[in-house]
């Protein structure tokens, strides 16, 4: 375990980041993060993060959606060896037909202590064990950090950490054309654990996106169905041979209808090595220009 680690005030947004139409807007904001953010220092040494043996456990902590912390640095990765992990994931995603391969000349890695945003009563612990406003939890983190601190960094991540946590890396990649790729990579096995895709287009691409929304909605719709399955089944295949699980059945689950931004979505379920039943689910824009595997809903 590599000590001195710093964490990062900043309290990501449950889940992983989704990037929209406007690569180089997220790409800025992730820089201005990083420059703006203040930091609370203590070893890593500190930090016990269970093992998880099974990859599943980590598949699920991922897709379920997790409430974390940034981290200077990984404590069995380096940023030098996720930018080789980056690159077999990419091309692992791409043998398996769920993305494109293309040349990024942007890249942000950072690792993330992640821990499980349940929801109930283990969200409720997770409020009361960091001192959090479960009614308000950004004002109540400000003041946890720029108030008056009742616990140091260690002495909450120690009340914390009965719950499922781990160490992710959460890695952004575009380039010129406005593709964004974000994978989400596990510290321990050096996996992705989920990924999203957005497609870059030009101006002239984006307003015949949008015609077509008004003028060819049902096409589209069917389009998006097909797309679905497609993808499910690509996906599908993918886990069972990158996380060695066993596809038992896929659903088509539901529609959120919102213009140009209605997704749809579908489940994966699996069972792992110790027959436990799990899901991953793909959801993807109706015409294809985004989607994404195991990112929360």
Same mark, same amino acid.
């Given at each position: 375990?590599?000590?001195?680690?710093?964490?990062?005030?900043?309290?990501?947004?449950?889940?992983?980041? !989704?990037?929209?139409?406007?690569?180089?807007? $997220?790409?800025? /904001?992730?820089?201005?993060?990083?420059?703006?953010?203040?930091? #609370?220092?203590?070893? *890593?040494?500190?930090?016990? !993060?269970?093992?998880? &043996?099974?990859?599943?456990?980590?598949?699920?902590?991922?897709?379920?959606?997790?409430?974390?912390?940034?981290?200077?640095?990984?404590? !069995?990765?380096?940023?030098?060896?996720? &930018?080789?992990?980056?690159?077999?994931?990419?091309?692992?995603?791409?043998?398996?037909?769920? !993305?494109?391969?293309?040349?990024? /000349?942007?890249?942000?890695?950072?690792?993330?202590?992640?821990?499980?945003? =349940?929801?109930?009563?283990?969200?409720?612990?997770?409020?009361?064990?960091?001192?959090?406003? &479960?009614?308000? +939890?950004?004002?109540?983190?400000?003041?946890?950090?720029?108030?008056?601190? $009742?616990?140091?960094?260690?002495?909450?991540?120690?009340?914390?950490?009965? /719950?499922? #946590?781990?160490?992710?890396?959460?890695?952004?990649?575009?380039? #010129?054309?406005?593709?964004?790729?974000?994978?989400?990579?596990? +510290?321990? =096995?050096?996996? #992705?654990?989920?990924?999203?895709?957005?497609?870059?287009?030009?101006?002239?691409?984006? =307003?015949?996106?949008?015609?077509?929304?008004?003028? &060819?909605?049902?096409?589209?719709?069917?389009?998006?169905?097909?797309?679905?399955?497609?993808?499910?089944?690509?996906?599908? /295949?993918?886990?069972?041979?990158?996380?060695?699980?066993?596809? *038992?059945?896929? $659903?088509?689950?539901?529609?959120?209808? %919102?213009?140009?931004?209605?997704?749809?979505?579908?489940?994966?379920?699996?069972?792992?090595?110790?027959? %436990?039943?799990?899901?991953?689910?793909?959801? *993807?824009?109706?015409?294809?220009?985004?989607?994404?595997?195991?990112?929360?809903?």
């Amino acid at each position: 375990m590599k000590a001195g680690a710093l964490i990062l005030s900043t309290v990501l947004t449950a889940g992983v980041l !989704v990037v929209g139409f406007f690569a180089p807007e $997220a790409v800025t /904001s992730v820089v201005d993060r990083r420059l703006e953010t203040e930091t #609370a220092e203590f070893e *890593t040494d500190s930090i016990q !993060v269970e093992s998880m &043996e099974e990859m599943s456990d980590v598949l699920q902590l991922a897709g379920q959606g997790y409430h974390s912390f940034e981290l200077e640095y990984g404590v !069995v990765r380096d940023r030098t060896e996720m &930018e080789e992990l980056e690159q077999k994931a990419l091309e692992s995603l791409a043998d398996a037909g769920l !993305v494109e391969i293309r040349s990024f /000349s942007y890249h942000d890695e950072y690792p993330l202590i992640a821990i499980s945003d =349940s929801g109930g009563e283990d969200m409720s612990s997770f409020y009361e064990a960091y001192g959090l406003d &479960e009614e308000d +939890d950004a004002a109540a983190y400000y003041r946890e950090w720029y108030g008056d601190v $009742a616990q140091t960094p260690e002495q909450e991540y120690d009340t914390a950490k009965g /719950s499922t #946590a781990a160490i992710l890396w959460n890695c952004l990649l575009s380039n #010129a054309r406005q593709d964004v790729l974000n994978l989400v990579i596990d +510290d321990r =096995s050096g996996k #992705a654990v989920s990924f999203s895709w957005q497609k870059g287009m030009t101006e002239e691409e984006q =307003s015949r996106r949008i015609e077509r929304f008004d003028e &060819e909605w049902m096409q589209l719709y069917q389009e998006g169905e097909t797309f679905l399955w497609d993808m499910m089944q690509k996906a599908g /295949s993918f886990c069972e041979t990158y996380y060695e699980l066993k596809l *038992t059945e896929t $659903a088509f689950e539901q529609v959120i209808e %919102d213009f140009s931004e209605t997704r749809m979505i579908g489940r994966m379920y699996f069972e792992d090595s110790q027959g %436990d039943r799990m899901t991953i689910t793909i959801q *993807t824009l109706m015409d294809g220009t985004w989607y994404c595997m195991n990112v929360a809903l």
